[in-house]
Structures are given as structure tokens and as C-alpha cells.
């Protein structure tokens, strides 16, 4: 029996949904409304427009062969009816029909619907302060935003950005402001570190360094309170700390579903806004279904509810719920918050828990962090990678991986890999053991995901003492506490020049150290440190034959520390 | 208590299994005898030498930071005791015993042992040809072989090779003598495809076109018959259908397990050869382990034993090893078989099984092609990336997913993905929602693989109905039949010159159909070609509404068609 479904919202979910349906049910009729014109665009593309890799929006609203997305393509590609500018202003979930306006003329009309799909997407968070309308001033939502921020570059007259919000667009934008454009770019952020909660502090100290060695300079710890301007147009940012001249400013302080409507029909929402859903993509009413950047789903490790607004995740609810009206059972059974952002020629990715969401899970987590080259150290191009693994101490359980550094996909490759595991609920023992494809170009032969599940077990067991760059970092500043050793374990060249500038700093190649261990106090703490922390390991193991108890394994090693930035 | 290990083979797995033990239990004693001088190399990266990618032998043998991994190392670093030139005669289980003979001197020993470890490798699969043994002639086995392949083609007298075989190694080193040293390179293969059995003949034949397109010959279903020499030196190959010139010839027909002194000492083998063992890797002997090129693993798909001569099955394996040596129970529960190998400036990579190689195993097996770019649309470096999935039809079973194309590690990236969760039997449904990190420099928004999990689910349920490029192949071959008929439903720009030059090619834009019924014949099998097959399968779901019956969907297009080499 043909149906009638009607779609509030044409960006992402709201096409993939529409058109999924139309595929297995032909017969049936399909409208989809959007207020604004534009419908079916690559959202996510826009800091790759203004920094000039893509070089027209039109190819945001386009398919991979460049046939637009416009309802014209809708009605005769899809077979879907498309409203644009036809704004939905109330849902009544008795008569089960839509009530629309017309945002141009105001015309209003009324949509029956047999089901229903909630697709309004989710809008930037403001700030709510004064200026934030000036000129210059734009948060990063839809492709008007895009060429009016590219325009502004365009016209010459932007030298200073401000972004404010150090998530992932704030920091796609930032780069593509310094990069492309040589712009002085800074960036103000709330919180004390970049990609706050999705990565460990370390994690975050090495991108922001990359980032400011790209040009990028970082205010943690300020929240705006103020944007002024100057004949309309944008002139500064005022921080709780300082005034950042700025002739554009970017607000990515995050997006906020827009659920208002669902909220008024009596649709189930989240304390903190978004429908929510069950696994089915269907809302408490069995004929809404709702998804993409307005819906909450259940995140797969803390069972709670999750807000991804992401265009991938968009994608895949709308083909769930596609098959869902046509009557085929399918299931999105929750996420597990896997994501990555290109940072200049580098990356940071990462999936599952960081330690401090793991933590906040009411987990007992741990986390190791490795550096390692990402394939075979003989073969000419290759990158020292760095991954931190989270873990739950008792059960071995594997909570999360997030990763920084080497270009290109062979970080998100290893991130993708866990993530595919990760509902399943792996132990470390299954990344110890994963089968990745080996071949030197790719790989080593121990690749660095197996290394990673290995220095998580050698550490619950105990076998491995260790800390990070982080911990270096505080334990090398109360050296002069006297309380640690610290023992460079590379060959003696290697540590000559640190030596030379560091009266604390000691070198005892790990070879040696059986013959030399009179000059390592076992009254002190003995720190080890090595390239990336694999000498130092085996240092410790020697040392703790030979009876030292006090000793700490700095993972990561001297690679760790310099991507953190520890001033030696 | 102290114990006494002996490790019988220096390579990959024998140095991972002693080093991990000596962590674990640093008081007890480990000695490891080599046959040759050379140990603890990457074999793997010998392709690499000959190309001249490794610039020096030596780097093979090196630690990640340049140190030799040579018995001094093993000693000083590792507290591993090595015996280099010293070969295994006998292993006597009941005095738990391992008879040596110095290679150099013929001096005997008997090294006792608490456990032994069993890590003999593989050897190059012999022709037992007149002339194998001539010079020029070569094997891919150790850094000798590779030194004096690289020392030929040096002296600037290598103008033409032979290289006979084309698995892994016969591609690796056809690439090596063809790019880097614009050496005529001829590949002779007793089957009719490269990689066989571990990739399809479509996947296959893309492979060997961009091979060919990077200067290299291939002759398929012959037998090398003889090797000829003029002065001692290979002239040339004969083959059971030519004669080949050759300067060079390498001898790349798979590699045999070495398991001879485990079968005298009566250990299990496997009727074609390699020592059996438990998901400890234990043998039947349970002081007795063995691992990596000379042992049969469980192949967790098939059941059956399974050979994966690679350095990332011994390190792995040898790990395990180590840990079961010092009592820490622990399993390697066997493999999925991925794998991966550079083509110039590409990839071919999978895992899991091949369609073929899984109605072998049994199944009631399907598989689908398809094509898509590996990244956003409109992100400005993207490749094509073709993946082919196959799965048992009646429980939606993945059974494993090959793939061709895309350079650097985008490929490599997804088959990882997929075999992290391959052990874990997932349905393609687990595909199709697979979380993949999303960000337009990495990944569309619905990405590839969850793309194929999708054409697999609508394979399923008949929605999709099609085939790939050796379907189109065959159809087309067929084509003055008249029982096809071939619609180019692309716009009319795209399909123009292939009209001109095949009266047999039509051409109906997708979104043109319903108002161009009469144009296609209901009484024909109606076959629908686009770029990938996205909008043929539209037209597909359009032709069926309007009540046709016999439609076939072209899986991959013309991007399909075009790499496969169908010349139309």
C-alpha cells in the first residue's frame, strides 16, 4: 500500500532517508521541506571551501559526477517532491499532518503525513553577547556562511582572524586561515586544551603544537566577553584575559540541535535538547522517525545518550530509517564516537572514551601512550605516529584509542580498525593480536596498534612502569627536588648535548647498564628515557633484576617529549 | 625457577619468542641458533633493497635506531645467547636435547633444553629445473639474495627479467625491476591471474592492467620448462608456450615450510608440510612451540590449517610464545589472512576469503563489486577505490572483502577495518554501519565500506541486480545476440562517443527514463551502465516500477569497465 512520508529538513539525513525510502517503495510519495533554498550540501566541506581546496561552493551542492543537488534533480533523479523555503511550524501528531509556511510569501498549508521524518539538523551555539552581529562575525553552518567568510578573504582586507571554540571546526578553520591564506590566526578556547574530552591532554599539547609551529596561536583558559567593532564591521575580540584585534571572527563554539519543534509536539527530548530515539531510529511517537544532527543516540560504552553531529552519521541514520518506513526492519544500535580532524599536513583522530570521559563513565581506566613509526623502518617514508590506548584495568576491556601525527590515512586506518571492534567489546588482548595487512610499505611487521595492545598489557601487569610526556614534564620540573635520577638510555652520542645543557640529565646506554650500574643511585627514583620508550623498557627490566624498586619508563620516550614541546 | 630455552631459528619469530621470555623471566637462560650468519632480518624488505627504496643492506638488519641486530646485540641488549653458523641435526624429545653441527667447522654439540622453540622458517619453492642453478638466477629469501640481484642490476648488464611467479613477492619484485630500473619485465604464472585465489578475476585483471601500464608483461597459464644459459649465465626462460629473454631470472613460486627435523623428531605436520599447533602454539609435544613461516596456524573462516609465511604472523606469534614460555598463558586463535602489496603507485589488499577461495571452503557464497572515491566528492585529492565483499547469501555472513586501487594507505585503512572485525562474524549489516572516522580529507560521508555493506544488502533482496566488469565482459562479447540491450544512462555528453563507435550503445539519461519508455525494449535482458553504478541502479529501480523484468545493473560502470580493459 503506497505511503505518504513527509521529511522536515533536505541537508543530510533528511535527502538519505527520502531517497533510501523512494528506492524500495517507488509507489509511495515522498516530500521533503527545508527553509532554507538550499538543500543537500556538504556542510562539513565548508573550511575546505574558504581555505581554497574547494574551489567553488557549488561543488558542496553537487554529486560526485556534478549533476546539483537542487529538487530538480530531487523530483527527476529520486523521485522526491521538494519544498525549499517552506518553513514547518508545528506538528500535530493527532491528525498527523505537518503545518508549513511559506517563509517568502507566508502562504501557510498543511502536510498529512502517514510518517513522518524529523531532519532539522542543529544550528551554531551563540554567544549571546554584544557584537556578535558585526560585520566580519560568522559561525559555520551553510554554504552563505562559506562565501561570505571566503568573500571577506577574497576582498584583501583580512589580515587578523579570531576563532572562538577549539573543536573541530575551530581548529579546520584556523588552518585554513594560516595555511592557505597566511592569515594571523588565533584561536580562543574555554577549556584548557584543543578538542576538549576527546583527547588526552597530551594528545592535545602535541596538535596544538603542530598547529602553532603552522602559525596558530592558542588563548586556553579565556572566554570571550565582548566583540566590538568599528563602522559596523568587526575590530576586536575581548577575552577575559586580553583584546584580540581581528578583522574576521569565527564562532565554533559548537551546534545545538534544533528540536524546538519535536519539543512542542511532545516528542521525547534530552534535558540538554536533541529527540531521542530508540534503535530504530524511531521517536516515542511510532510514526517520527528523527535523526542526523537533531537526535541523541545511545552511546555504545557509557550507555548514555550521545550528540554526534556528524554528516557520516547523518548518512547512515537516514538509510536505517529509509528502510524502517518501507516497513524493513533495521537497527542503529548506538556509536562509538570515532572522528578525526586534519590538522596541516598531520592528523588527530580517535575512537570510543579518552581517559577523562572514561573516568567520568565511572570507569576504572587507565591509558599507555606509544610512539612508533606507522610501517617498516627500513622503507623510505614513514612517520613516528603516536596512539594512546584506554582500558579498564580489571576487566582488560578496551575503552577508547585516540591518535596524533603521520599524514595522510594511516592514522585513521588504525583508529577505523579499533572502532570496528569496539562494540564488540574487545579486551587489549585483541589488539595485541589484531591481523592487520602486512607489507613493509604499510606496516611493521609489529605494527604499532599490536605494540600499543602489548605496552597496555606489559603496564597492567605491572612489567611496564610508565608515564607520559605529561608526567615527564612534571616530574623533570621538581628536578631540583633531587628527588629522581633521571638516566638517558640511548648510546652516549645521543645524549651528549642534552648532558652538556643539563647537569640532571645522566646517560647510561641500555647495553651497558649492567656494568655500570653503580652509577644509578636505588635510593631515588631512576626516570629512563630512550627514542620512544622501547630501550627504556628494556632498561627497567634490567634494573629490576638487579633489584632497583623505584623506577618509571617514560613511554614515548624523547619523541614524546619534544611533540609535547618539554623544554630541555 | 630458572629455565633453559632453546630457540632453533634467528629470523623473525625465533628473536620476538627469546626477547619476550627474557622480559618475562630475566634470570632464566635463552640460547638461539642460526644455520646462516645472518639474523633477525627483515626479510620482507628485500623487494625494497632491489628497487633501491633501502638504500643499504645493512638497514634490513638494524633496530628502528640503526643498531645491528647481531648476536652482540642480542647479548648486551637483549641477554640472549646466540649461536650463528650452527645448525640443528636432531631434536631429541626424550633427553629434551637439540643436536648442532657447526656449519664452518663440522663441530657437534648437544644444547639441552627445559622448552624448545621451533622456528625453523620457509625456504623458496625449488623449480628442480636444468638451469635453476645458473647465474643471474635467484630466489627472494635472505639480504645475500638480495645483494646480489641488486649487485647484478648494478653492474648495468640486467636488461631483461624473468620473474616467475606472480603472488606477493613476483609482483613486489616485477615493480622493483620496472620502476626503478627500467628493466623489460616479463612475470610468467602457471595460473590465469595474478594473486591467485586470493583476489577475484576482476580485482585481479585491474591489478595486471596498472602493472602493465607501469612497463611489465605478464603470461598467464604457462609452466617454465627449462632455464638456459650462455657461459654459466641465464640467457633465457622457456616457457610451455614461449621463449622469454632474461639477464635476470627470480624464482618467486611460494616458499615451503621448513618442518623436516620437526617431522623426524615425530612433531605433527601437515600432509603439505609445517608443524601443527595448538592455539597456544604449542605442538604436540608440550615442551615444544613452534610459529611463523614453518608452522600451521587455524584459519579462522575455513577451520582448516591455514600457511601465512609473513613477519607479521611470526612477531605476533612469537610474542605469544614468549609469554606461554614463561607461563602466562596466552592464544593466537588464528587467522583471517589479510593481506596487502604496492603496485607502483596502488595497492591490492584483502582479507578474509576471496569468493573463490570460500566455495571452496564451502559456502553458498556471493560477492559484489563496486566503485567509489575513497574520500569526499569535492575534497581535491581523491582517488577511485574499487572493493569487492564476499558474504554467505542465506545468514549475511562477511566472509571477507578484497580490494584494488587508491594510493597510499586509504585501502590498506579499510581492509583492516573490516578484518579487525572479521573473527567476530559479522553480517554486512555490520558493514553498512560500520563507524568509520568521518572528515572530508579522509572519508565520504557515507563511506565506501559502508557503501559496499549497503550493495550487498540490496544484492540480497534482489533490489540490486548486476554484475561487474567480467559480467559486463561476457555480455558484451555477446552482444550481436541482440539478446542485450545497453543503456548508457549517464548524461547524453558522457555516452556521445561511445555511440558513435558502437551501434549497439544507448544512451537514456537516469533522469529521463520515465518520460523515454519507449526508447527500451521490453523483450530484451536491458543492460544499465553508468560512471559507478549508483545511477544505474536508480534507472534499475525505475525500469522495475515500470514493470521490466530483465535488467542487469553494471557493479563499478564504466570506471569498472575502463580498469578492467574491456575495449568498447
Known amino acids: 500500500m503506497a505511503q505518504n512520508i513527509v521529511v522536515i529538513g533536505g541537508v543530510a539525513l533528511g535527502p538519505k532517508a527520502a531517497c533510501r525510502f523512494k528506492r524500495l517503495e517507488p509507489g509511495s510519495t515522498v516530500t521533503m521541506i527545508d527553509q532554507s533554498s538550499l538543500i543537500s550540501y556538504g556542510g562539513c566541506g565548508i573550511p575546505y571551501y574558504v581555505s581554497g581546496d574547494v574551489s567553488d561552493a557549488k561543488e558542496l551542492c553537487e554529486t560526485s559526477f556534478h ?240 550528540f554526534l553531529p556528524l554528516g557520516s552519521m547523518a548518512n547512515r541514520q537516514g538509510r536505517v530509517i529509509g528502510n524502517n518506513l518501507a516497513g524493513r526492519e533495521t537497527r542503529f544500535d548506538g556509536v562509538v564516537g570515532s572522528f578525526v580532524v586534519k590538522l596541516f599536513e598531520t592528523s588527530l583522530a580517535g575512537t570510543g572514551l579518552s581517559l577523562e570521559a572514561a573516568k567520568a563513565a565511572g570507569y576504572d581506566a587507565l591509558s599507555v601512550l606509544l610512539i612508533q613509526l606507522d610501517r617498516a623502518h627500513f622503507y623510505p617514508t614513514k612517520e613516528l605516529m603516536t596512539l594512546e590506548m584506554v582500558f579498564e584495568k580489571e576487566s582488560r576491556r578496551v575503552l577508547g584509542v585516540q591518535g596524533f601525527g603521520s599524514s595522510g590515512d594511516a592514522l585513521v586506518g588504525r583508529i577505523n580498525a579499533v572502532a570496528a571492534l569496539l562494540k564488540m567489546n574487545p579486551t587489549i588482548d585483541e589488539i595485541s593480536n589484531m591481523e592487520l595487512a602486512y607489507s613493509p610499505p604499510f606496516s611493521a611487521a609489529m605494527d604499532i596498534l599490536n605494540t600499543l595492545g602489548n605496552l597496555a598489557d606489559n603496564a597492567i601487569l605491572g612489567i611496564n612502569q610508565g608515564v607520559g610526556p605529561d608526567g615527564f614534564q612534571e616530574l623533570w620540573n621538581q628536578r631540583e627536588s633531587g628527588d629522581c635520577y633521571f638516566v638517558d638510555c640511548r648510546e652516549k652520542a645521543d645524549a651528549e648535548e642534552l648532558m652538556k645543557r643539563n647537569p640532571d640529565w645522566h646517560n647510561v646506554p641500555q647495553g651497558e647498564i649492567y656494568n655500570r650500574l653503580d652509577e644509578i643511585p636505588k635510593d631515588k627514583s631512576v626516570v629512563l628515557v630512550c627514542n620512544t620508550g622501547a630501550r627504556s623498557y628494556e632498561a627497567q627490566i634490567m634494573l629490576q633484576d638487579k633489584g632497583y624498586e623505584n623506577i618509571i619508563n617514560i613511554h614515548g620516550g624523547m619523541a614524546a617529549i619534544n611533540k609535547y614541546g618539554v623544554k630541555l
Not at 554554504?143 to 577549539?166: F, W
Not at 575590530?235 to 584580540?244: D, E, F, G, N, Y
Open 67 to 306: 549533476m546539483l543537488r537542487d529538487p530538480k534533480f530531487f523530483k527527476e533523479v529520486k523521485g522526491v517532491d521538494v519544498q525549499i523555503l517552506t518553513k514547518a511550524t508545528r506538528i500535530d501528531r493527532e491528525k498527523k499532518v505537518v503545518e508549513v509556511e511559506n517563509v517568502t510569501t507566508g502562504e501557510c498549508a498543511a502536510l498529512p503525513y502517514d510518517k513522518l521524518v524529523y531532519a532539522t539538523g542543529a544550528s551554531p551555539r551563540k554567544l549571546n553577547l554584544p557584537g556578535e552581529d558585526l560585520k566580519g562575525v560568522s559561525y559555520v553552518c551553510n554554504p552563505e556562511d562559506a562565501t561570505r567568510i571566503r568573500e571577506g578573504i577574497s576582498s584583501g582586507v583580512v589580515n587578523k582572524a579570531v576563532i572562538v571554540g577549539a573543536g573541530f571546526i575551530g581548529l579546520e578553520m584556523a588552518e585554513a586561515f594560516a595555511d592557505m591564506w597566511g592569515i594571523e590566526t588565533s584561536v580562543v578556547e574555554i577549556t584548557d586544551q584543543v578538542m576538549p574530552r576527546l583527547v588526552s591532554p597530551a594528545l592535545a599539547t602535541m596538535a596544538q603544537q603542530h598547529m602553532e609551529e603552522g602559525g596558530v596561536d592558542f588563548y586556553f583558559g579565556e572566554s570571550v566577553t565582548a566583540i566590538e567593532g568599528e563602522d559596523g564591521k568587526v575590530a576586536r575580540v575581548i577575552t577575559s584575559k586580553r583584546t584580540l584585534e581581528a578583522d574576521v571572527v569565527i564562532i565554533a563554539a559548537g551546534v545545538i540541535p534544533n528540536s524546538k519543534l519535536a519539543e512542542e509536539a511532545g516528542l521525547a527530548c534530552h534535558e540538554r535538547g536533541g529527540v531521542i530515539v530508540d534503535e530504530f531510529m524511531r521517536t516515542n511517537d511510532p510514526n517520527i522517525y528523527a535523526g542526523g544532527d537533531c537526535a541523541i543516540v545511545k552511546h555504545l560504552l557509557t550507555g548514555e545518550g550521545a
